[in-house]
T-cell receptor, first 114, second 116 residues
Framework: DTAVSQTPKYLVTQMGNDKSIKCEQN?????MYWYKQDSKKFLKIMFS???????INETVPNRFSPKSPDKAHLNLHINSLELGDSAVYFC?????????????FGPGTRLTVL | AQSVTQLGSHVSVSEGALVLLRCNYS??????LFWYVQYPNQGLQLLLK??????LVKGINGFEAEFKKSETSFHLTKPSAHMSDAAEYFC??????????????FGTGTQLKVEL
């Protein structure tokens, strides 16, 4: 019954590799997001998708490429991983028919780049 | 641009004591405000949200928050702390844009410690 799920939960990889994180929501929401939480626990939005269309694209290196095959899924692919990419990545979703909707977060993916 | 300031990166209370976590916001438009809790190695769980319906908002686990426009504050309180409340708490603001533009801007978080 998990509302927002992410895989994998942990990801350990070498610098220069390419990796993907998957996110799925079963809440019927129309908008999904990726947030990055750094080592100091600061959270910052990276991307948002509404009905499979990219809406928010914060100043994120173009090594990060989100893809939304349908409204329930949002994946994050990262090319040429760097040490500074180590963080916890959270997926979230919301239903944006009305103003000020809450966002519901997944459990996070802890990425460690060695 | 919107921003959130959480005063006190660490707050320690005794079990049974009042919990008060402070949040001040800055927003050029009427804000939507949220409190989230993060337990160790877990995602963020929504505690409560303010969307202009009522200034006193009740949330889960006995938490509540009061929106004070004159003070640009949205402090989180709980009358009696429980050991299970120990976690990281985040205040967040959004401008309520629809269509996917509703990004949350988070504060830096407050680590709540509950002592016996």
């Amino acid at each position: 019954d998990t509302a927002v799920s992410q895989t994998p939960k942990y990801l350990v990889t070498q610098m220069g590799n390419d990796k993907s994180i998957k996110c799925e929501q079963n809440l019927g929401h129309d908008t999904m997001y990726w947030y990055k939480q750094d080592s100091k626990k600061f959270l910052k939005i990276m991307f948002s998708y509404n009905n499979k269309e990219l809406i928010i694209n914060e100043t994120v290196p173009n090594r990060f490429s989100p893809k939304s095959p349908d409204k329930a899924h949002l994946n994050l692919h990262i090319n040429s991983l760097e040490l500074g990419d180590s963080a916890v990545y959270f997926c979230a979703s919301s239903q944006e028919a009305a103003a000020g909707p809450a966002q519901y977060f997944g459990p996070g993916t802890r990425l460690t780049v060695l | 641009a919107q921003s959130v300031t959480q005063l006190g990166s660490h707050v320690s209370v005794s079990e049974g004591a009042l919990v008060l976590l402070r949040c001040n916001y800055s927003s050029s438009v009427p804000p939507y405000l949220f409190w989230y809790v993060q337990y160790p190695n877990q995602g963020l769980q929504l505690l409560l949200k303010y969307t202009s319906a009522a200034t006193l908002v009740k949330g889960i686990n006995g938490f509540e928050a009061e929106f004070k426009k004159s003070e640009t504050s949205f402090h989180l309180t709980k009358p009696s702390a429980h050991m299970s409340d120990a976690a990281e708490y985040f205040c967040a603001v959004s401008d309520g844009l629809t269509g996917g533009g509703n990004k949350l801007t988070f504060g830096t978080g407050t680590q709540l410690k509950v002592e016996l």
